[in-house]
């Protein structure tokens, strides 16, 4: 049987819902070794937590990833890949990843898939391009299969992971350390879900006026993550991590409810493949409406606080 | 300073695209230049504005560097009206289709023997959408990677550029000595409209046009498939309410009734 790499995806020193969807899209390809990188002495712990049909470990721990970021981490996969021939690796596609993901091809001579959707047993990748209006099915004919997945896309068996462990030492290579990471501010993240990750998102715009309360009232009943379109993140209403859009993240949740945000096309190439399309705008002829499931034309100010007492009503 | 700007000519934002044989049809649709290199060329500019300059004959220079089709000179012209000096296409039959491997080796081919000390980019561009070029010519040519800046600060005295990094995940500040490689965000400037006088100007720019023999690269087959391709079924029109007094009921029971509460 083959051997399917995964990337163990990291917040901080916690493994990501994303880890236990890598593993599955990887099972059905192959046996899943997963490769956890991390600082001297926390691996044993992000192992411990690991779900999902992984069959063994490849855990190497160094200091340079911390000071040399992306090419450090692409360096030392790329070591690992060469001297253990897996078909396919899998990583999560953010910025992060796809940068990984982008090195490691080069260094191993091999082809690369971005922001796949789902993978087959043969390694066929479908991909949403144009904004979500198109399919495409595609395969690498090159060296081993790179790919990375867009979060929340693949439904994730998270059975308990028993896996093998093997402790590696490895160096990262001087070309790789070029870049010298001085500060590193992590975001802080709040009680609510992850955006990427999350089964619902409620998102403000410019319609909120910079006032988030009422979005951020119906997420809370929804347990929903709170995004917003440029429009609120470039007026400093809201960070820009919550920013979606082709600038911003590209969130495929179950449930995307978009209040005061007319639908530029950058904000859809973010959202579009969402399962259901809620949208709550003043303007009829918003072209948000265009691609919504349910709209109700209306004062976000009047509509979303009335929706969140009925959430909350119909929860107890 | 000699700085380079890698450029693509993409289909208008607002274009209808489709595929046909497996590649995007760039035939059939409006081109621009991508939106999000413009803030690559404008910090590339202020860049060697905060450093005396890109005149003519002086010490820095801005070259904008561009593979597509021969058509892609309109969307070059538009980099060079903003102020960039001059520019090399790379325009070849051989290269249509081609993907992030392979427009990475040909954009790092040029790079290597252009004298470069910076390489800027946008973080991705609109059609492909793959962000990984910009790594990829980093790995490819061995040079540092600063990628996702939200703020660049150049000291060319000591050859050092500084940026901060913006992600998912946080800021990370972060250095290194020339060469680099960059990719900006799209938060880090505001783009200058090319003046008329900017337009003027470029028309008598060079665009350096050559073809895959003259920078001595052999073209391979993509490695990345396409199988097939199908437009989605557009998105069934959905139920459309005016609020009186109970859309916000009314949005509740449309989710009750999905059982997604
Ligand atoms: C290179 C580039 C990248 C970009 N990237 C992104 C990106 O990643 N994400 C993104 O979102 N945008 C992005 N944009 C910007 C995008 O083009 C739009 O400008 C932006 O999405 C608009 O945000 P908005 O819908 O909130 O604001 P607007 O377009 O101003 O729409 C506001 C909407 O709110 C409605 N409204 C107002 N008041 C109320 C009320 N009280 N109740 C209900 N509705 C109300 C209005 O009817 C209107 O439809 C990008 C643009 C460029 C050029």
Known sequence: MSNVFILVDLQGDAVSKTTAELATAGARMGEVTAIVLTQPGKSAAIVSTLTGPISSVISIESEDLATHGVPAYADLISQIVTEKKPSALLIASHAFGKEIAGRVAIATDSGIITDAVDVAADGTATQLVFGGSTTVHSKISHGVSIMTIRPNTIEANTAAASPTVENVTKSVSDVAKKVRITATQPFVKGGRPELTEANIVVSGGRGTNGDFAAVEGLADALGAAVGASRAATDAGWYPHTHQVGQTGKTVSPQLYVACGISGAIQHRAGMQTSKTIVVVNKDAEAPIFDIADFGVIGDLFAVLPKATEGVIARKS | ?261
């Open chain 2, 1 to 261: 300073m000699k700085i380079a700007v890698c450029v693509k000519q993409v289909p208008d934002s607002w274009a209808e695209k489709k595929m046909i044989n497996g590649t995007l049809d760039r035939e059939g649709v409006d081109a621009v230049l991508n939106d999000l290199d413009e803030y690559a060329v404008e910090e590339a500019l202020r860049i060697v504005e905060a450093h005396g300059g890109n005149e003519e004959g002086g010490a820095n220079s801005v070259t904008i560097i561009s593979m597509g089709p021969e058509r892609a000179t309109e969307a070059i012209r538009k980099a060079l009206s903003m102020g960039a000096n001059d520019a090399i296409l790379i325009s070849d039959g051989a290269l249509a289709g081609a993907d992030a491997i392979t427009t990475s080796a040909v954009l790092a081919k040029v790079i290597e023997t252009g004298g470069f000390d910076l390489v800027l980019c946008g973080t991705e561009s609109t059609d492909a959408r793959m962000s990984v070029v910009p790594a990829m010519i980093s790995a490819r040519l061995g040079w540092a990677q600063l990628t996702f800046a939200g703020s660049v600060v150049v000291d060319p005295a000591a050859s050092t550029v500084a940026i901060t990094r913006v992600t998912d995940a946080g800021v990370d500040s972060m250095g290194a000595s020339f060469p680099a490689v960059l990719s900006v965000i799209e938060k880090i400037n505001e783009p200058r409209y090319p003046s008329f006088k900017g337009i003027m100007a470029s028309k008598k720019k060079t665009i350096d046009v050559r073809d895959c023999a003259a920078i001595g690269i052999s073209v391979q087959g993509a490695w990345s498939l396409v199988a097939d391709s199908a437009p989605r079924p557009a998105r069934a029109a959905g139920i459309k309410v005016t609020d009186s007094g109970d859309g916000g009921k009314e949005l509740v029971d449309f989710l009750a009734g999905k059982k997604l509460i």
